[in-house]
């Protein structure tokens, strides 16, 4: 009995601290992307833009230039005025951005993760702490890239069906007859009447 007793108190004991260790693991993994979330947006000088649409866009989104990371999305919301979505976002300090600059939601492939692409303009002033990017383009869903898919598969299987058949109708017409001319000659020559003789 004394044994059982003992098992089992060794048992709670075990699964205890089991449990705290569990407990110790998420505070550290929380506190870690804490951390992490706090360095992203505390690096870099903030900006913003005005987009139609961000469909797949969150906090926490990438900012590129040419390809390479430069920051990220830092907080986003509809603004009342014209129920646009604003998105803010920080840039790293070394890079300067013409006033000109555009901003494109977009993504590496059909289903991957969407981020904001930056494209510098020619413009000799630079946006400073807290500007706008008024050139943009928003956010295209994965049901609008289809029906456009298709849409274009339509336009292009039509076109080459009716190519098909023009080149299928002019090479009837010119296939030559028993009388080895194309043809389409015979055809005007059967309405064609003989000239009556001059009196």
Sequence with gaps: MNKAVQALGGR????????????IAMV???????FSTGRKTETGYPLWASFDHIDGLGIGSDIKLAGITVGHVVDENVNPRNYKASVYFVVRPDIKLPVDSAAIITSDSLLGGKYIALTPGADSRMLKFGERIKDTQG????Q?????FLFSVTETMTALTKQKAEEEKHHLQMKPNSSGTPGHI???EGTSKPFAPLK
């Design 12 to 23: 709670s004991l075990v699964e205890l601290l089991a449990g705290i260790v569990v407990l």
């Design 28 to 34: 550290v993994m929380i506190g870690f992307a804490i």
């Design 139 to 142: 956010s295209i869903g994965l």
């Design 144 to 148: 609008q890239l289809l029906s456009k």
């Design 186 to 188: 015979p055809a005007l």
